[in-house]
């Protein structure tokens, strides 16, 4: 047996659902990430990238093209998100990745990126069944992990309260789709991103009342 067709291979049943080998790593990988990105480690990329990889092998499995294209999206954007935060790192005196609320510009490009690339991408989802069975929940999904991961590349606040509005479609998707353990795995972030926000919204208050207090 290959290494794919393990990863593809039935880990356990539960409640009638079967989880797949694939899906449990992979999303059990994007835990760890997303715990890493809460305490402001760079180790978050590498395993954003690892994830990706695993969960790719997921989607296939499950049919689900659009997910596949989401989670080779978030390969590139965690290569990119590594260097982002890596070249912050050297910037900074203390080595730490400084976080901070988005200004308004940059909140108005995010909505309307968003928006834009969800309607684009549902209609080519619609277009191309083949692709996605769901096609705007998985282009709403699919471009919101892409906004928010570039929001945390970015070192924004704002990352998290993108986090909030995927999980909200995609709990219910995975379930329905089969991936039983990405559905329960979307409800844990659900907590990790309510904690890992009230962490950098104080961080970001800090840091605008410390550079407020600093001399000109």
Known sequence: MSAFDWLNSEAFTAFGQEVIWSDMVGNTIGLIALALGWRRSIWTWPAQFLSGLILVGAYASAQLSGGVGKQLLVIGVALWGWRQWNRGRQQAQDGSIAVRFATWRERGLLLTGT?????????????????????????????????????????????????????????????????????????????????????????????????EGAPA
């Open 115 to 211: 928006a834009a690339g969800t309607l684009a991408v549902g209609l080519l989802f619609t277009a191309v069944p083949t692709l996605s069975w769901n096609p705007w929940p998985d282009a709403y999904i699919f471009v919101g992990t892409l906004a928010a991961m570039v929001a945390q590349a970015r070192g924004l606040v704002e990352f998290w309260f993108a986090w909030l509005l995927v999980d909200i479609v995609g709990v219910p998707l995975a379930f329905s789709s089969g991936l039983a353990f990405s559905g329960l795995v979307y409800v844990i972030y659900l907590a990790l991103v309510l904690w890992g926000m009230r962490d950098w919204w104080q961080r970001s208050r800090a840091t605008a009342a410390a550079l």
